[in-house]
């Protein structure tokens, strides 16, 4: 998900000038906002029209719907920090524990697990939220070049600053079409495949699914054993 590519004449010792973070999902945008409020010079580049990268989220029929990741559980005291936050300005809210599992040939059962935290807004709206005040620029990075002076993260559509250190905040397959020449060590170790997936947003005309749930309220479902 995230690499740094540091510049190849300093490799271990803290680089100067800014950060330029290749990504506006919320690795990208949590890496950027950590560095900004260390006091670091930071410039975010995403070539979305938006950021949130797969916290992705449409209004539809004037409804916020989610089409990327659709909750959030947590599990570390940090995080617990800022999804705390999250709920006190309103942008998050615990939403349940419970989903059904639907498998062929079973009736439907309960399954418990985490707290699912859910957004009245979006999942979007989080990193959106994060990312307040940030440098976020709009441009298709095409690769990552080692200059004399530094690290030139070159862009279609859009100029960045000669870069200390460059952030990679998004999937192996594609930070790995980034890297080339003297970084091409750097690409070899990007191996984590990636899964196509279709995210298939439905509407019905009334809600008539909690008699599918177990305990008579339906929040969400594992659908299993079926392809
Ligand atoms: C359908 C679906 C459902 C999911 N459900 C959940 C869930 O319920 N709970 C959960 O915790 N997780 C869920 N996930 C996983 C979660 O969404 C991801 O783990 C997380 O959003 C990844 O964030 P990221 O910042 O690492 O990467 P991404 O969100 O992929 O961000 C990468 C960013 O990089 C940008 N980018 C890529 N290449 C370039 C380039 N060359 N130039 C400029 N910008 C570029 C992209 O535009 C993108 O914004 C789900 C994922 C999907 C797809």
Redesign the pocket.
Known sequence: ??TAATHPTTPSTPVAGPVVV????????ACARALHDAGREVVV????HR?????ASKRLEGRPVD???????VSDRRFAEVVEAWRVAGLAHRWTDTFSVLEPGADPSAKEGPVRWGTPGGMRSLVEALAEGLDVRR????RVESGDDGLRVV?DGVDLPTAGAVVL???DE?AA??LGGDHGAVAARLTRPSEP?I?LVARWPERAWDSAAPGGAFHGAFVNGDD
């Open positions: 998900m995230s290749v990504g506006g999902g919320l690795s990208g945008i580049v995403d070539r979305g950021i949130g990268g797969r916290m089409t990327g990741a659709s909750y959030l559980t441009g298709a990075v095409e862009a905040a998004m999937p594609q079409r980034l997936v995210a």
